[in-house]
């Protein structure tokens, strides 16, 4: 395991993604991962800095923290990185007017923005929103722009409910830049200026700072490019047979992510303050029949 040990040498931070990793969203607010909470306040008791870093766009960050509490999850709004607020702040800054293709969750997240007149539009994971209708009248919208501006909260292609896997915002976003010849800009993970903004709240260097998500693309390939290091968590929308590797790109230095194995396998980790216990989800790649 010594080539573990290296990559966490120096780790000041970890950055963790919520959706896939804390929980799996869905009905009734969906459910905790199994052993997330324990591992989250293991994290807590260290000596690292933690921040919570996610693309959740269908609650307000709020809600979501409020969620997150009930379930047991030591956690505070004020740690929270998410991208409505940031989308605000960006709309705030550049005069922006949107039209907003957003779920009804996030709607108050948007209560102080002008969306009179509309000069773009903004997308996030809209759900059962995302109708023809729907659609086509943020296309429209962008079409009769001379310069059309189309702002997407992140831009994955699925994530995990506890019903099963679901189209993320990003399926959406792709037709409208393709229908529309143009490309969003993306607030949210993989963006690189949204990691930055994360890692200046939590006061640590891309160097010093470790991302684990469930995303191989916007968590792990996201982090990489920015300088982390990275880990992929074989919870939420994980997949094996190298299905979710597809895009990964090696990071700046040529380090590859470092897979999490399931609860159930036993790698003999390092001793350092976020080692997962017994119970907890985020584990070092070890010897699980499955892993590829």
């Known amino acids: 395991m010594a ?9 000041r931070g970890v950055l963790l993604d919520i959706s896939g990793v804390l929980h799996d969203s869905g009905e009734g607010g969906g459910v905790p991962i ?5 591992a989250l306040a ?14 959740e766009s269908q609650k307000s960050r709020g809600d979501l923290v409020g969620l997150l509490r009930h379930m047991g ?10 991208p409505a607020p940031a989308t605000c702040l960006i709309l705030k ?9 957003i779920h009804d969750g996030i709607r108050s997240e948007f209560a102080q923005i002008d969306t009179s007149n509309p000069n773009c539009v903004v997308i996030a994971d809209a759900g059962e929103s995302f109708s023809y ?3 086509n009248k943020a296309f429209q919208v962008l079409m009769e722009l001379d310069n059309p ?32 010849g143009i490309k969003a800009e993306v607030v949210g993970k993989p963006a690189p200026g949204y990691f930055q903004s994360a890692l200046q709240e939590m006061g640590v260097e891309s160097h010093e700072a470790i991302m684990i998500g469930d995303d191989i693309v916007g968590d792990v390939g996201g982090a990489q490019r920015c300088g982390m290091r990275a880990l992929q968590v074989r919870t939420g929308k994980f997949r094996c047979r190298g299905r979710d590797r597809l895009g990964t790109e090696p990071g700046a230095e040529g ?11 036993q790698p003999n980790g390092p001793d350092l303050p976020w080692t997962p216990s017994p119970a907890s989800p985020w584990r070092p790649h070890g010897s699980c029949g499955d892993c590829i």
């Open 42 to 55: 293991r994290l807590k008791r260290s000596q690292l800095k933690v921040r919570f870093c996610t693309n």
């Open 255 to 265: 380090a590859h992510p470092t897979p999490v194995c399931s609860p159930t396998s």
């Open 149 to 180: 501006v189309l702002i997407s909260l992140g831009k994955g292609r699925y994530y995990k409910e506890t019903s099963g896997l679901m189209l993320d915002v990003g399926a959406y976003t792709k037709a409208l830049e393709y229908a529309c």
């Open 133 to 135: 209708q729907n659609m």
């Open 34 to 38: 199994p052993g997330s909470v324990e």
């Open 73 to 82: 999850f030591d956690i505070s709004e004020g740690e929270v990185t998410a």
């Open 3 to 11: 080539a573990w040990s290296e990559r966490l040498a120096g780790v």
């Open 93 to 101: 800054e550049r005069g922006l007017r949107p039209h907003l293709l």
